[in-house]
């Protein structure tokens, strides 16, 4: 198995130290990722390492080991948590027992006390993937999962197939509660893993569906079932912007899916609806997001509005030919597009129909495709040309090889459009992200899901994209764009330290002297000092 993620929180150096050498971590099954000096540090380093146990302890700068442990504890909650003080208080251990703290250890933190509680949260650790992989509990679960006439109805449901005024009635008779304000569907695909489930891959979907089933529950309400060979999940929500949180939630799930079970685990999200009859709608949604992970990468989720600006397209395209040719146009390669239209102009030499019908057919094909650039706002010339109105006829070809070509072409050049509006788009969210950020960097409340509402796009995608055209998480930039004002400010200004950070966006001017040090090297009185003495 797999060295266990171990992270490390404490202020003192000596400490610090002293634990990370006396530990043989590999020898007992872990991994130490990073050790932090402070609260905050810990914070953002655990969102980036993502361990599986960290060990903090209580009285530190910054943000302390129970603030720690409680936003861990919300964003990360699979994360174990093992806590060190030097106060022998009952009111720590009362709240870090709420904290559903691991262990708790006294200062001084001895070697030997250590690895024994490091050990017996291995075997803890191990009993839990152990349970979540073991073939024989999964097949009795399987077994005794949803009873089927209630997994009817709500795949039922998502399919669109259950009548408005029966939904209801059926709700009722199943004992299903759908009552909401607003809801979405979202579909988990997962592939098979390595070893945890090999050959058992009826498995997998269930195993999905059990981490996500105790994972969702902090977010919102919520429905799950095996649909096809996806969890689906209907998610009920009183105000609408709560699909923020959900979409968080799956991106965990992902990642619990990947670390526990070694499959590649990846998340559609729907539109959100108002009323329960278009959970279709949502659910179409939810799989043509899926469609994106080619290009967003796997253990992800993926929100359907994130990626496709008009949903609408999608919800005109029944037949599966007509699926299949704008996805090749979306996502595929030339070689796609050009099968997918030679199946579609099959049709012709496989149907004998009055000419009407082929015109008709072709303008149904015309119609997609219009849809299509609409969306995207395309420009019409570059896709087919000057003085092009819309119209033409099978007379306009000499023969079904012509047609496919030229409908070929046009698909390869509407493709690459969309791949250059794609990429400008990203961009573009990319630099309106700088510009808030250095436009508010002042403000000291400013953060990930502020951007993103005034963005209108989920942590999740901002995050992928940002990192991707900036090189930087949101954090490393905003905290670049900190430095470098304050650089400017004591460079032009007498300005003292403490106006300097409230200035830049730290209320707290020990912790803005603590970034700057780490960023440059020396402490901003000592930056100071030294350009008057190059000056003097």
């Avoid at 027992?97 to 001895?110: C, Q, S, T």
């Avoid at 309106?432 to 950020?437: G, H, P, S, V």
Wanted: charged letters at 25%.
């Amino acid at each position: 198995m797999a060295l266990y993620r171990i992270m490390l929180a404490d202020d003192e150096e000596e400490i610090r130290d002293g634990i990370i050498r006396k530990i043989d971590w590999e020898g007992i099954g872990f991994r130490l990722v990073g050790a932090a000096e402070n609260g905050q540090e810990a914070l953002e380093m655990a969102e980036s390492l993502h361990p599986d146990v960290v060990m903090t302890d209580i009285k530190m700068p910054f943000m302390d080991g129970l603030t720690l442990g409680r936003r861990l504890a919300e964003i990360m909650p699979a994360t174990r948590l093992v806590i060190f003080s030097g106060f022998d208080e009952f009111e720590y251990a009362q709240q870090a027992i709420k904290l559903n703290v691991a262990e708790y250890i006294l200062k001084p933190v001895n070697a030997v006390e250590l690895t024994g509680v490091l050990q017996k949260l291995k075997v803890q650790l191990d009993e839990e993937i152990a349970e979540k992989r073991n073939v024989e509990n999964l097949r009795v679960h399987y077994q005794k999962s949803l009873p089927i006439m209630r997994q009817q109805f709500l795949s039922g449901l998502v399919e669109g197939k259950i009548p408005q005024n029966r939904i209801k009635e059926q709700a009722q008779l199943y004992d299903v509660d759908i009552t909401a304000e607003y809801w979405a569907v979202a579909l988990l695909s997962a592939e098979e893993g390595g070893n945890s489930l090999k050959g058992q891959q009826e498995l997998v979907p269930l195993s999905v569906k059990q981490i996500a089933d105790e994972n969702l529950g902090r977010c919102c309400r919520f429905l799950s079932f095996l649909f096809s060979d996806y969890v689906a999940v209907i998610a009920m929500f009183d105000t609408k912007n709560k699909v923020i949180d959900f979409i968080d939630a799956l991106n965990q799930i992902c990642k619990l899916a990947r670390r526990f079970l070694e499959v590649n685990c990846s998340a559609g999200i729907g539109s959100v609806c108002q009323n329960a009859a278009d959970l279709r709608y949502s659910c179409q949604g939810a799989r043509n997001a899926l469609d994106y992970r080619v290009i967003m990468g796997p253990n992800k989720a993926i929100y359907i509005e994130d990626v496709e600006p008009d949903r609408a397209i999608q919800l005109q395209f029944n037949e599966q030919d007509e699926q299949e040719l704008l996805s090749a146009i979306k996502l595929g390669t030339p070689e796609n597009i050009k099968q997918a239209v030679d199946r579609l102009i099959a049709r012709f030499r496989d149907s004998k129909l009055p000419i009407g019908q082929y015109q008709l057919f072709l303008m149904e094909m015309m119609a997609e495709l219009l849809k299509v650039i609409r969306t995207y706002q395309l420009d019409m010339e570059e896709v087919f040309g000057k003085n092009f109105d819309g119209t033409f006829h099978l007379s306009d070809f000499e023969s079904l090889e012509d047609l496919s070509g030229w409908f070929s072409e046009t698909c390869f050049k509407i493709s690459g459009l969309i791949r250059r509006e794609r990429t400008n788009s990203t961009k573009m969210i990319a630099e309106k992200a700088k510009r808030f950020i250095e436009e508010n960097y002042g403000n000291y409340d400013i953060s990930v899901e502020m951007l993103c509402d005034y963005l209108h796009v989920s942590p999740a995608y901002f995050s992928t994209i940002f990192k991707r055209e900036t090189g930087m998480s949101f954090v490393a930039y905003l905290t670049h764009v900190r430095m470098e004002e304050a650089i400017k400010l004591l460079n032009t200004t007498e300005d003292k330290t403490y106006e300097i950070s409230l200035k830049v966006g730290y209320t707290e001017p020990n912790y803005f002297s603590y970034v700057f040090k780490k960023q440059f090297g020396m402490s901003p009185t000592k930056y100071r000092s030294n350009k008057t003495q190059d000056h003097g």
